[in-house]
């Protein structure tokens, strides 16, 4: 007896919902995100189970290198201006239109204030490169870093935040410099940004 030969059909599977969901899904996550600014340094911070999450908004970052070095980083770009405007008065510079443009775009402080207007003359990719050479003066001679923060705060107001974000192979005695500075400013008020961890066991 011959066998019965069923003929093949091609399966037809429409795709358009699927593409449809794929590429709202990619909208949503594009317009939700938040990016996180471009940083001097390459800083890996010490792991921690907290969970406290530091303020999305009018917070002035702190970030210190390996080697003690100190950036700072004022998230809203319209304070930026008013804040280095208050520097330049400190220190008796008067900066051009463009010089200021170019401070509000540089993510991060870390410049001294007497090489600030040589700096903010250069091209922003140039400015990349020599930024990691300096850092916000902290010694007791020339305590710059108080001054950004004092100005900082009178521009943003009292509810600004303050986070330190420090390597994990920077040395104490150097995350406790900036410590200890801004409880001189009575500033005792800050979170320390660090890797999330799971929880020991036992706990």
Do not use: C
Not at 63 to 92: C, H, T, W
Not at 101 to 115: A, D, K, L, W, Y
Not at 120 to 137: A, M, N, R, Y
């Amino acid at each position: 007896m011959g066998k019965i030969k069923v003929k093949k059909q091609s399966t037809f599977i429409d795709m358009t919902a699927m593409s449809d969901v794929t590429v709202l899904l990619l909208t949503f996550f594009m317009l939700t995100a938040t990016f996180l600014p471009k940083e001097p340094v390459q800083v890996i911070t010490p792991s921690s189970v907290s969970e406290t999450k530091i303020p999305e908004n009018n917070v002035l970052t702190i970030l210190i290198d390996p080697n003690g070095k100190v950036f700072l980083n004022i998230d809203r770009k319209e304070s930026k201006k008013a804040v280095l405007e208050l520097m330049g008065q400190d220190y008796g510079i008067t900066f051009t239109d463009k010089q200021i443009r170019s401070f509000v775009e540089q993510t991060h402080i870390g410049v001294p204030m007497n090489r600030m207007s040589a700096f903010l003359d250069l091209p922003l990719s140039d400015q990349d490169s020599e930024i990691k050479k300096f850092g916000v003066p902290l010694d007791s001679a020339n305590n710059q870093f108080s001054r950004w923060i004092k100005h900082a705060k009178e521009v943003s107001g009292d509810n600004m935040g303050i986070a330190i974000k420090a390597d994990q192979t920077t040395a104490y005695p150097l995350v406790d410099d900036v410590m200890k500075a801004l409880v001189k400013m009575k500033e005792n008020r800050y979170s320390l940004i660090t890797s999330l961890r799971g929880m020991p066991e036992g706990l």
